[in-house]
């Protein structure tokens, strides 16, 4: 098997190829990571649904419009 100039061109750039799209796809599951843990800081207040995002710990957070208490994450009362 000889392995001439086109084909060493050839291999070349699928590898780089290659490279690129593994790049774009852990670059993309980098930024759906980030997306995602920026979704769990963010707190829609229940009085005016105005969204904002609160990264400290605790459970409940005032909202700094118009200052109602908001449980962090999902509800799970009815109503
Ligand atoms: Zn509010």
Not at 12 to 38: C, Q
Not at 50 to 79: Q, W, Y
Request: hydrophobic residues 45%; aromatic residues 8%; positive net charge.
């Amino acid at each position: 098997m000889e392995l001439t100039l086109a084909d060493f061109v050839f291999y070349v750039l699928m590898g780089s190829f290659a490279l690129v799209v593994l790049f774009t796809l852990v670059s993309r599951t980098l930024n759906a990571r980030a997306e995602g843990r920026s979704l769990a800081n963010r707190v829609i207040c229940r009085l005016c649904l105005h969204a904002f995002e609160d990264s400290s710990h605790v459970e409940t957070v005032d909202c700094p419009i118009c200052g109602a208490m908001n449980e962090k994450g999902r509800s799970r009362r009815l109503g």
